[in-house]
């Protein structure tokens, strides 16, 4: 008898819950927004010229940079919510954003001898994110929420480094380069802060604040070009190497609607 009462109890609360609030239960959503993205870059490029097997020139240099881009992001979402005593909200939502933002510095110069040179430029791309967030918040006179977001997020990452070696002789130039483009998911933390409006049956209007900062990326496994010999009968020869180690920070101003279905 009691365990009857008890389960009596429990599925009042629950439907009552359920019908107290338009925020309760599983929804889908859709958002469209503003992104941009930060990337503060680190290109390292070493060259080695060998006369024969005799190092005669050493060089590795560090180029830091700061770049940005902005873009237009279009967000979907599904989730599961639950508002618990007419007020605290808790939600578990998955969402996918889908972007392009791209930077890339403007090729710098470093002359080792009025003879020889390097060119070297690096660029990145942001494109897909995927994130798993917690979503707490507040439900305030059963209409209006507002609430956090706080999970890990995965970025489609896109880094290239070049780098050109020039050996001027005359008239002529010949050029060696070293490339490197890797395409890879990289792990970040994703914060936010948003406000929904109940505005009609199960339909909702949201306005959200998200900032995701990555961990720093690498480029693995430096890509080198062997520099051959100008003129040949110098002898001259070696290795040119260049990698890439980039930080990432995107912030998204979405605005957009969500759907609960029960």
């Given at each position: 008898m009691r365990k009857h009462i008890l389960g009596i109890c429990l599925?009042?609360?629950f439907t009552v819950s359920a019908w107290a609030t338009p925020f309760s239960g599983f929804y889908g959503g859709a958002d469209v927004g503003l992104s941009q993205a930060n990337f503060k870059k680190s290109q390292t490029v070493e060259l080695i010229l060998l006369a024969g097997t005799t190092p005669v020139t050493d060089v590795s240099f560090l180029a830091d940079k700061n770049l940005a881009d902005t873009s237009f992001l279009g967000n979907i979402d599904l989730g599961f919510s639950h508002v618990f005593y007419d007020f605290l909200y808790l939600g578990?939502?998955?969402?996918?954003?889908?972007?392009?933002?791209?930077v890339k510095n403007d090729p710098l110069t470093k002359e080792l001898e009025s003879e020889f040179h390097?060119?070297?430029?690096?660029?990145?791309n942001l494109r897909d994110e995927f994130a798993l967030t917690f979503n707490p918040g507040i439900v305030l006179n059963k209409k209006t929420l507002f609430y956090g977001k706080v999970g890990p997020a995965w970025g489609r990452f896109s880094v290239h480094?070049?780098?050109h070696y020039y050996q001027n002789i005359g008239a002529e130039a010949d050029a060696y380069?070293?490339?490197?483009?890797?395409?890879f998911y990289r792990c970040g933390l994703r914060l936010g802060l948003g406000i929904e409006q109940y505005v009609a049956e199960r339909m909702t209007l949201k306005l959200?604040?998200?900032?995701?900062?990555?961990?720093?990326?690498?480029?693995?496994?430096?890509?080198?070009a062997p520099v051959g010999t100008v003129p040949p009968d110098v002898g001259?020869?070696?290795?040119?190497?260049?990698?890439?180690?980039i930080k990432a920070n995107n912030t998204s101003v979405l605005f957009g609607f969500n759907y609960y279905f029960t």
């Amino acid at each position: 008898m009691r365990k009857h009462i008890l389960g009596i109890c429990l599925s009042s609360f629950f439907t009552v819950s359920a019908w107290a609030t338009p925020f309760s239960g599983f929804y889908g959503g859709a958002d469209v927004g503003l992104s941009q993205a930060n990337f503060k870059k680190s290109q390292t490029v070493e060259l080695i010229l060998l006369a024969g097997t005799t190092p005669v020139t050493d060089v590795s240099f560090l180029a830091d940079k700061n770049l940005a881009d902005t873009s237009f992001l279009g967000n979907i979402d599904l989730g599961f919510s639950h508002v618990f005593y007419d007020f605290l909200y808790l939600g578990l939502e998955a969402s996918y954003d889908f972007q392009n933002l791209t930077v890339k510095n403007d090729p710098l110069t470093k002359e080792l001898e009025s003879e020889f040179h390097i060119d070297y430029v690096t660029g990145a791309n942001l494109r897909d994110e995927f994130a798993l967030t917690f979503n707490p918040g507040i439900v305030l006179n059963k209409k209006t929420l507002f609430y956090g977001k706080v999970g890990p997020a995965w970025g489609r990452f896109s880094v290239h480094g070049d780098a050109h070696y020039y050996q001027n002789i005359g008239a002529e130039a010949d050029a060696y380069s070293a490339f490197k483009h890797n395409d890879f998911y990289r792990c970040g933390l994703r914060l936010g802060l948003g406000i929904e409006q109940y505005v009609a049956e199960r339909m909702t209007l949201k306005l959200e604040l998200v900032n995701t900062e990555y961990y720093t990326i690498h480029s693995p496994n430096p890509m080198t070009a062997p520099v051959g010999t100008v003129p040949p009968d110098v002898g001259f020869g070696g290795e040119l190497s260049n990698s890439n180690k980039i930080k990432a920070n995107n912030t998204s101003v979405l605005f957009g609607f969500n759907y609960y279905f029960t």
